[in-house]
């Protein structure tokens, strides 16, 4: 077990590990690397809960569901490029940002007609 405290805070963190080699795997290395794994939380939350919307995945072979799962991450990482150069212009950070406001803006925006045709320019 490693305990510590984030500077500022009164509370201990205890991180329980079964990496027991000190040397290959400093204390304060983990207590860093555990901090980042939370960074990643919302990301996971952001696909999982509010890009995805159905809780199955519909296709019917693994080949369909990882195209499926490609697709969501490519759609991820379109929408928080977007919200990146938004709060750039913005001067502002990505994480002051709803994800959720933003991936409905695109979606309205790829799904609302927008009087583009594939076909060309209609004479």
């Given at each position: 077990?490693?305990?510590y405290r984030i500077d500022g805070q009164a509370d201990v963190v205890r991180?329980?590990?079964?990496?027991?080699?000190?040397?290959?795997?400093?204390?304060?290395?983990?207590?860093?690397?555990?901090a980042r794994r939370w960074?990643?939380?919302p990301v996971f939350?952001?696909?999982?809960?509010?890009?995805?919307?159905?809780?199955?995945l519909r296709s019917q072979t693994?080949?369909?569901?990882?195209?499926?799962?490609y697709a969501h991450l490519i759609v991820h990482h379109a929408t928080r490029d977007l919200l990146n150069e938004a709060a750039r212009i913005l001067q502002s950070?990505?994480?002051r940002t709803s994800f959720?406001?933003?991936?409905?803006?695109?979606r309205r925006?790829?799904?609302?007609?927008?009087g583009f045709s594939p076909l060309g320019p209609q004479t």
């Open positions: 077990m490693i305990e991180l329980i590990t079964s990496l027991l080699d000190h040397e290959k795997y400093p204390a304060a290395e983990l207590a860093a690397l555990y960074e990643t939380e939350d952001e696909i999982k809960t509010h890009q995805r919307g159905r809780p199955v693994p080949d369909g569901v990882r195209r499926k799962v950070t990505a994480e959720t406001r933003a991936l409905h803006v695109v925006t790829v799904i609302s007609p927008s």
